[in-house]
Every structure is written in structure tokens, then in C-alpha cells.
């Protein structure tokens, strides 16, 4: 298993770049995102996939081990190969496509070409669980956090509002926050909701 590269780049064309890794001519398939950060001439590092099969050994190339990840993930899925995993990548970036994954998302699926709404919801389904955010919306809520959201969703508010009256009400009480007691965040954040009014206050349905 080849999992980097080290090299010269010795050319780049629309959908492939050639490193010379010590005198031997290393073909790498790879997004225009990635093909675009190499230059001709100059060193660069590249981390691999290789995709072996019976008539055939090809190596896809990206910018980071997430990349790589992403596109591996991908690739587990029933239907989805490499060119098609490889053109998700073209189209989001790997925390783009973790966020869709989370968020149940399948229209940002459905923007990459090859790629129909019930291939889109498939994917979706199949990626659920398995890719999470790392950073941004829609990444995990720290310990506490994640303990206090599951308690408000459990009283039947929504996520949605949950989560916005925690980060109201830590931000306005930092010192309550800072101790991590969920008992005391979770009364301080149903004191903020019932604050708030009926805008904040709309619970989810359940049933």
C-alpha cells in the first residue's frame, strides 16, 4: 500500500499530475483543487489511495490525509467508485461533505455530477454515523454539551432550539459553563428558553 508521495512534480494535466519520486514516473488521478496546488517543477507531498483491481493499479491523489479519508469512506458505499467519490471531492470540501452526511443533506449530494436524488439519499443513509464533523455547524458539542442537548431534546424541544438557548445561556453565564455542571447549565438553559418567550420556546412534536 502506497499511502504518500514524495517528489518532483514532473507535469500536471486537467485530471492527473506525474511526481517523479526518485527517478520513477508516479501517476496520481486527483481533484482540480488538488491538481491546482501543484507546480511543475517544485517539490510537493501528496497523500495516496491505490485502487487495485484485476487489469489495473491506479493511484488518486489528494492534499490531506482527511481528503483521503473522505474519499475511502466513500467509497464503501454500495455504487460509489472511485471517479465518482473523487468527483464528490471536487465539488465539497471533506467538511462539506461531513456536515451533509450529519445533517441528512442529500440535495448537497445531488450537485455532483453522476450523481441522481435516490443515489443522493442512498449515499446519505449509508453514510450516517460514519463521517462527522470536525470543526464548524454541526460538529459535536463538547461532553457537557452533548449532555445537556439530549436532556432538552428528551423534554421535547428541538434541536434546533435547544442548542441556541445553550449557547445563549453559556455565553451570558461563562463562569457556569466553565464548571461543566450539567445539572446547573441544563436549569440555566431552561431559565433562558422560558425567558425567551414563545419565540425560542416551540418544542418538537413527538409522534
Known amino acids: 500500500m502506497i499511502s504518500f508521495l514524495r517528489g ?6 486537467l485530471h492527473s499530475a506525474v511526481l517523479d519520486v526518485n527517478g520513477f514516473g508516479m501517476q496520481v488521478q486527483a481533484t482540480p483543487q488538488t491538481l491546482a496546488s501543484l507546480r511543475t517543477g517544485e517539490q510537493a507531498n501528496v497523500f495516496t489511495a491505490m ?8 493511484l488518486f491523489g489528494f492534499e490531506s490525509a482527511e481528503q483521503r479519508e473522505v474519499f475511502e469512506t466513500l ?8 471517479r465518482l467519490a473523487l468527483a464528490v471531492l471536487a465539488v465539497h470540501t471533506p467538511e462539506a461533505v461531513r456536515i451533509a452526511a450529519t445533517a ?16 443522493a439519499r ?8 460514519k463521517l462527522v464533523p470536525l470543526d464548524g455547524p454541526g460538529a459535536p458539542k463538547q461532553t457537557w454539551q452533548g449532555q445537556v442537548l439530549t436532556a432538552m431534546m428528551g423534554l421535547g424541544w428541538s434541536e434546533k432550539d435547544a442548542g441556541a438557548a445553550i449557547d445563549a445561556a453559556t455565553k451570558e453565564s461563562p463562569e457556569i459553563a466553565a464548571t461543566g455542571d450539567v445539572g446547573q447549565i441544563l436549569k440555566l438553559t431552561l431559565r433562558r428558553l422560558g425567558q425567551d418567550g414563545g419565540r425560542s420556546s416551540t418544542r418538537a412534536r413527538v409522534g
Do not use: C
Request: charged share 20%; glycine share 18%; net charge neutral.
Open 8 to 13: 518532483t512534480v514532473a507535469s500536471v494535466g
Open 51 to 58: 485502487i487495485v483491481r484485476e487489469d489495473s493499479m491506479t
Open 75 to 82: 467509497l464503501a458505499i454500495s455504487g460509489v467508485g472511485p
Open 104 to 119: 441528512g443533506d442529500d440535495k448537497a449530494f445531488s450537485k455532483v455530477p453522476g450523481i441522481g436524488p435516490k443515489g
Open 122 to 129: 442512498r449515499i446519505v443513509l449509508e453514510l450516517a454515523g
